[in-house]
């Protein structure tokens, strides 16, 4: 039933050490966005892909990259974590453009040691 | 810009007491679209309601309920009859026309629901 997964749950890396988030959908929806949220904070958009394009929002750190390889997946790469990109990431699909609902995944919550 | 403000940082009421949450927003859009999600303490966001601007029109469901005003460019939330299992964290957010995919979250307000 799960419509949007999110892998690992947990993850713990250490400074510096590249780390890769994954997310994946059943919901065949053509939008896939990650978020970062941090402790009492709203969620922040770090890219989102339509279809294919990729959108990086203007003050997302180059740290931080993503793949779409196909419709049903997207990873999100973290090339040299600090301790400041410990918090959790969200991954979220929407059937179409912004004014379609945002269907989100479990989070992942990243350590960095 | 869009701006989503949530007043309330922390609610905290006794089981069965009714409870409204606040938000409002800013934009320049004539055409925006408003949603309310949860966040329980396992973390995922679960999506409770969106409306348009064009939609007024008051909702239930179940215990939940919304009041859209635009006048006021309000967006409320009420929980009738509070449990504890509606403790979580409740986003207000507001996503226009402006920009592709831009919506904009509320800074979020943590519900206690005391037994």
């Known amino acids: 039933d799960a419509m949007v997964i999110q892998n690992p749950r947990y993850q713990v890396t250490q400074f510096g050490k590249p780390v890769t988030l994954s997310c994946s959908q059943t919901l065949n929806h053509n939008v896939m966005y990650w978020y970062q949220q941090k402790s009492s904070q709203a969620p922040k958009l770090l890219f989102h892909?339509?279809?294919?394009?990729?959108?990086n929002e203007a003050d997302t750190p180059d740290n931080f990259q993503s793949r779409r390889p196909n419709t049903s997946f997207c990873f999100l790469d973290i090339r040299s974590p600090g301790l400041g990109d410990a918090a959790m990431y969200l991954c979220?699909?929407?059937?179409?453009?912004?004014?379609?609902?945002?269907?989100f995944g479990p989070g992942t919550r990243l350590l960095v040691l | 810009a869009q701006k989503v403000t949530q007043a309330q940082t922390e609610i905290s009421v006794v089981e069965k007491e009714d409870v409204t949450l606040d938000c409002v927003y800013e934009t320049r859009d004539t055409t925006y679209y408003l949603f309310w999600y949860k966040q329980p303490p396992s973390g995922e966001l679960v999506f409770l309601i969106r409306r348009n601007s064009f939609d007024e029109q008051n909702e239930i469901s179940g215990r939940y309920s919304w009041n859209f005003q635009k006048s006021t460019s309000s967006f409320n939330f009420t929980i009738t009859a509070s449990q504890v299992v509606d403790s979580a964290v409740y986003f207000c957010a507001l996503s226009g026309l402006v920009e592709v995919n831009d919506m904009r979250f509320g800074a979020g307000t943590r519900l206690t629901v005391k037994p």
């Open positions: 892909y339509y279809d294919k394009d990729f959108n």
């Open positions: 979220a699909t929407s059937r179409d453009n912004q004014k379609e609902t945002q269907y």
